[in-house]
Structure formats: structure tokens, C-alpha cells
């Protein structure tokens, strides 16, 4: 087994996730569960949504802003745009995050600012949006790949398809009364 040790971003040091909003031109707007890798020259956020990737090298970022609050915020800028950064998982080591981009930034002092709900509404809401999207484009599929048009027949088919592949008990929470009875008739 081979293990790359360097790249043209210098030697790996770590990786984090956090879900990702920023400016940058002919990069996404935004992006669920991004992974946030050091490297020596720079970080990287990459998706496995996606092929594209944005390196940032350290010495291009010329501020950094922290909110202090449970999600956390972080606010990297560049000349060329900016990095959001909000923590969703527990499991996201903020103070070593911090540690981290503290000593391979050099010359910038961190930031700490109060939080701005609007900012975290905004990122929530799109948090929303593409998870609502994520699962629009797989029930989509789905219908597409049962080969029915009729909408009587593609109901029967997915109620089909729930009764073989779900595992029951599992909690659920009814959102749509009518279509609870369609699958239970």
C-alpha cells in the first residue's frame, strides 16, 4: 500500500468538517458536511459531491473572524473572496481548528465577534434548501427510474418499495395524513 505524503499543496496535517458558504468566483455557494484539509502551503475544501476543490494558501488570507457561540462561525477573507465555515458536528475540534490555523497563519490575529443571527439564519436556511434539494434529486430518480408515468402507479410502486426496504419499528413523525392512509389501505 502506497501513502502520498506530500503534494503540490506541501505535506497533509489534518482535515475538519464544517459546512461551507463563501464568494469565491467558479466555486459553489454552498456545501454540506465540506472537508476542511491543512496543508503546510494551505487548506483545501473539497466535497466528494463534487470534483471541484478551492486551495487557499496561508499567506493569501488577510483576516479571520470567529463567532463565539455553540455553531461557530468562521470568517476567512482573501483579496479574492470570502470563507464561511459553520460547525455543525460535535465531533469538529474547535480549539484545535483554531490552534491549527493560529500558527500557520502568520501575522493575522484572530478575531472574536459577537454572532450575527442573520448570518446564522442565512446559513441555516440554505443548510435547508440543499438538503431539501439532495432529496428532491433522489425521489426524483426514483420516480424516473420506475419506468411509470401514471402517478396511481408510481404511488403503488413506492409503496411498494417502502414496505420491502424499511425495517420496522423505527420512530417516524406523520407529516401528510393522506398519504400515511394511501400506503396503509
Known amino acids: 500500500m502506497f501513502e502520498v505524503i506530500k503534494t503540490e499543496c506541501g505535506k497533509y496535517i489534518t482535515e475538519f468538517e464544517f459546512d461551507y458558504s463563501g464568494t469565491y468566483p467558479d466555486f459553489d455557494i454552498f456545501i454540506i458536511n465540506a472537508k476542511v484539509k491543512f496543508y503546510k502551503k494551505g487548506f483545501l475544501i473539497s466535497t466528494s459531491l463534487s470534483e471541484k476543490s478551492l486551495f487557499i494558501e496561508w499567506n493569501d488570507i488577510t483576516g479571520i473572524k470567529f463567532t463565539k457561540n455553540k455553531k461557530t462561525l468562521v470568517n476567512i477573507t482573501t483579496d479574492k473572496g470570502a470563507v ?11 480549539g484545535e481548528f483554531k490552534k491549527l490555523l493560529n500558527s500557520m497563519v502568520k501575522n493575522i490575529k484572530l478575531e472574536y465577534v ?10 441555516e436556511m440554505k443548510r435547508h434548501e440543499k438538503l431539501y434539494d ?36 423505527f420512530e417516524a413523525k406523520i407529516i401528510d395524513d393522506y398519504n400515511f392512509w394511501l400506503c396503509n389501505r
Request: net charge negative.
Open 84 to 94: 464561511i465555515l459553520k460547525r455543525e458536528k460535535q465531533e469538529t475540534d474547535i
Open 114 to 123: 459577537k454572532s450575527d443571527i442573520d448570518n446564522i439564519s442565512s446559513l
Open 134 to 169: 439532495m432529496q428532491e434529486k433522489r425521489v426524483e430518480s426514483f420516480i424516473r427510474n420506475s419506468g411509470y408515468e401514471d402517478d396511481a402507479a408510481i404511488q403503488e410502486y413506492w409503496c411498494d418499495y417502502l414496505k420491502e426496504k424499511l425495517q420496522f419499528p
